[in-house]
């Protein structure tokens, strides 16, 4: 079936640091990604999206890009900042289905 | 719009007992989902409706598990008898269209269980 593969955490970084999270996934046809980020005490919010090859999603600094040749969803940003310390959620769903499939998730942690 | 809420925050139990958690959508979505996390399983997704209705049920782990939504503004997870195995932090979340279609996720801040 289809499955979502994160690398895992935790992830720690200075401020200002460049932050690559990866992310890979398994799927028949070619489904939608998403980024959904958890802060501490809360539920997920989507982060960005893409929807089919070569798409990149963006929002708030993060960027990732969907890459149909190596079934990939990485999520980048420049320069993160302590507040974006939280849980990235890598996800996917597939054609002709309302079902959300989550990877487990990476804690990044950015310190001063 | 006050978002998806849940009831309660916080649970804890003793093993055996009934549990009930609770979830009103935002107004107006026609789709409710439960998610279970946990350290060793992730997010992992337990049932979805559809304008009330359930869709897909097969990630309730077993017969323990039951989910209703008698209206489109409250649902129900109920977990009787709970064991200690299932403590984790539940999620409701909702939308306004089906997620195959462009739906937008919106998560309710969970209820974190602990069965003693």
């Known amino acids: 079936g289809d499955s979502v593969t994160q690398m895992e955490g935790p992830v720690t970084l200075s401020e200002e640091a460049f932050l690559t999270i990866n992310c890979t996934y398994t799927?028949?046809?070619?489904?939608?990604l998403f980024w959904y980020v958890q802060y501490p005490g809360e539920g997920l919010q989507l982060l960005l999206k893409a929807t089919k090859a070569d798409d990149k999603g963006s929002n708030k600094g993060f960027e990732a890009t969907y890459r149909k040749e190596t079934t990939s969803f990485h999520l980048e940003k420049g320069s993160v900042q302590v507040s974006d310390s939280a849980v990235y959620f890598c996800a996917l769903i597939g054609k002709n289905t309302d079902k959300l499939i989550f990877g487990t998730g990476t804690r990044l942690q950015v310190f001063p | 719009d006050a978002g998806v809420i849940q009831s309660p925050r916080h649970e804890v139990t003793e093993m055996g007992q009934e549990v009930t958690l609770r979830c009103k959508p935002i107004s107006g979505h026609d789709y409710l989902f439960w998610y279970r996390q946990t350290m060793m399983r992730g997010l992992e997704l337990l049932i979805y409706?559809?304008?009330?209705?359930?869709?897909?049920d097969s990630g309730m782990p077993e017969d323990r598990f039951s989910a209703k939504m008698p209206n489109a503004s409250f649902s129900t997870l109920k977990i009787q008898p709970s064991e200690p195995r299932d403590s984790a932090v539940y999620f409701c979340?909702?939308?306004?269209?089906?997620?195959?279609?462009?739906?937008?996720?919106?998560f309710g801040s969970g209820t974190q269980l602990s069965v003693l």
């Open positions: 979340a909702s939308s306004l269209t089906g997620l195959g279609a462009g739906g937008k996720l919106f």
């Open positions: 409706f559809n304008n009330n209705v359930p869709i897909d």
């Open positions: 799927a028949t046809g070619y489904p939608s």
